[in-house]
Every structure is written in C-alpha cells, then in structure tokens.
C-alpha cells in the first residue's frame, strides 16, 4: 500500500498539482457519483449528473471561489475574517440601491461593488495590523457594520438588479453568457473562466511577490519577521484589503446569478469561504496557504450543495454538513500540524 502511494505520488501531474489538490479533485468525482445514486435512490430516480446542475453548482462557486481567495490571504498571516460575506452583500446593496434609485450607470455600479469591499478591508486591516486589535473581534463588528449600512442605505428593502434583457442587464454575461447551439439555449458560466483569471493573480501575488511571501512569513513566525525590520503591519493590512476588494468582486458575481439582494444576509458565506480554504490546504494556524486548493475547495461547497438539494432535503442540512467539514478540516489541520513539528 506504501509502495503504492508512493508511486502516485511520483506521477507527474501529482508532482504538478500536489498530491492534497489531487485528492480534493478526487473527492468532488467522488461526491459527484455519491450523490448520482442517492439522487436517484432517495428522490425518485432524480438524476444529479445534468448540465443544468453543472452549470448551477459551478455558478455558486463563483462567488464562494471569490470570497475564499481573499480570505486565503487573510489566514495565511495568521488572521481571520468573518466579514466577508456581509461585505459581499453591503456592496451589492449599495451599488444596486445607487443604480435603481440614482441613476448610475451600470458600469459605475459594478466598479462600486469592489471600492465599496476595498473600503471594509482597508478599515478592517488597519485596526488589526495598526492598533493590534484581534482579528476575530474586528471583523465580527465589521460584520454587523456591514449589515447595517446595507439595511441603513436600502431602508431594509430589498434591491433588485436588472435582468437580462433590462436595460443595463450586459452584465449579466460576466457570469453566463447565453448561446444557441442546434436550436438549445446553453448557458456558458463565463464567470469561471474570470474565476481562474483571478485566482492566477492571487497565486503569483501570493507565491511570487515579496508581498505575499511576508503574508506567509507574517503567519510563520511574526516576531522573526519583524525582528528582521520587516514593516509587518504594511503587509497585513494589505491582505485585508485584498481580502475585502475579493468580496466587492463576489458582489458581481453574486448579482449576476441571483439578481435580488436581501438586507441582513450572507452569515453563511463566511463558514463556506473559510471552510473551502481549510480545506484546499490552507493552515488556520497561518504560514501555509494554497490558491489552487482554496478554488477546489469551494467547487466542493457548491457541489455538496447541488447534491443535497438534488436528494429533495432542505438547504439547511447543507449548513450543518458544511460546518462538520469545517470542523473536520480543522481538526485534519492541527493534527498535520502535530506531526510536521
């Protein structure tokens, strides 16, 4: 058996990816056949493996894949943020309130969503890497700010944005883009393609930059860092930012498939994001971060949620399996840790 691990180890494409992102790859054919025959077992011959699910599962991962990125930086320097997904919902409220209601142009509106992320971030880092606050503290509060001027700035009303034969609707085709082929409408999840765009970014700017490599020496060895007259706080603000620029980003995304955005929303994005990073391999202990398993990772989120509700149960079971995955990675994590040291 040893033998044989080794030798898939040794394979070149494991060599290329690394032998947990091939696993990761793994368990979604895997979940993808598990919940093919329970689909079929459990909800009357219900079939999971279509194109309509496919294409559902791969447009929930967008803005999870968005949010999970910036928050890869942010637990790479040690920290944590469970601001995102409100921040994702702020943005969207805001700049859909501004469109609906003070005639912004669309494009204007779109580039307000990461601005508006931008400025959560900057706020978010500076108390943490400038007045030494927790993180865990701060980006609670951020949190419920978040929630708040969104609900203050929309009145608690719901914003919708445009469809996509409305006026100002082309951004709409950032997420899908609707094409005929035989006579069938098909709809292409475009917004993969910027998904990976972005996430080659993150990689380079995480992996190759000098900016990154303190990210991960911050969560490394902080006090080392510092000693060696790094300006650490410089290089943790910066992953806030980053952070909440991604989740202005996810705001796009998120309209793009969803067009009503509710106040007092998106609590639960935030254990999907840091759960997909966990689980792609990133440590929570910080130093030890991974863009390519953070994307993996929440295909697997939007995956098990497409199964679950393809069995006939409600999206709350998925809530409570998420936060059982989370918890598992996390133990998977501390106990990787145990054995590197």
């Known amino acids: 058996m040893k033998a044989m691990l080794e030798r898939f180890k040794s394979l070149r494409l494991v060599r290329i990816m690394g032998f947990n992102r091939v696993v990761l790859i793994g368990v979604i ?28 599962a791969i447009n929930y991962g967008y803005f999870i894949g968005f949010l999970a990125l910036g928050v890869t930086f942010v637990i790479a320097t040690g920290g944590i943020d469970f601001s995102v997904g ?6 969207a409220l805001i700049s859909g309130y501004c469109f609906n209601n003070y005639g912004f142009p669309m494009w204007i509106s779109l580039i307000m969503c990461p601005l508006i992320g931008m400025v959560f971030g900057t706020v978010g880092g500076f108390f943490v890497s400038y007045l030494h606050l927790p993180s865990f503290i701060t980006s609670l509060a951020l949190m419920q700010i978040a929630k708040g001027i969104g609900s203050i700035f929309t009145k608690t009303q719901n914003v919708s944005w445009p469809g996509s034969t409305d006026p100002g609707g082309w951004y709409r085709k950032l997420s899908n883009l609707e094409v005929t082929v035989g006579g069938s409408k098909l709809n292409i999840p475009t917004g993969l393609i910027i998904l990976i765009i972005v996430a080659i970014i993150c990689s380079i700017v995480l992996n190759k930059t000098k900016a990154g490599r303190y ?55 935030n254990n999907e994001a840091i759960a997909a990073c966990v689980m792609g391999g990133t440590s929570m202990a910080g130093g030890l971060a ?3 398993g953070t ?22 079971f998925q809530y409570s399996l998420t936060a059982l995955i989370l918890l598992g990675a996390v133990i998977a994590d501390v106990m990787s840790r145990r054995r590197r040291n």
């Open 29 to 56: 054919i895997l979940l993808c056949l598990i919940f093919q025959v329970l689909s079929g077992v459990l909800n009357h011959g219900n079939v999971f493996l279509t194109y309509a699910r496919f294409t559902s």
């Open 86 to 91: 409100p921040v994702m919902f702020a943005a």
């Open 215 to 269: 990210m991960i020496c911050l969560g490394a060895n902080r006090e080392a860092v510092r000693l060696s007259g790094v300006d650490t706080r410089r290089w943790e603000m910066l992953a806030y930012v980053i952070c909440g620029t991604l989740a202005g980003l996810a705001a796009i995304f998120y309209v793009g498939c969803y067009t009503t955005v509710q106040p007092v929303k998106g609590d639960t994005f």
């Open 290 to 292: 991974s863009i390519l």
């Open 295 to 316: 994307v993996i990772g929440s295909f697997i989120i939007a995956i098990m949620q497409e199964g679950i509700l393809s069995m006939g149960f409600n999206i709350a």
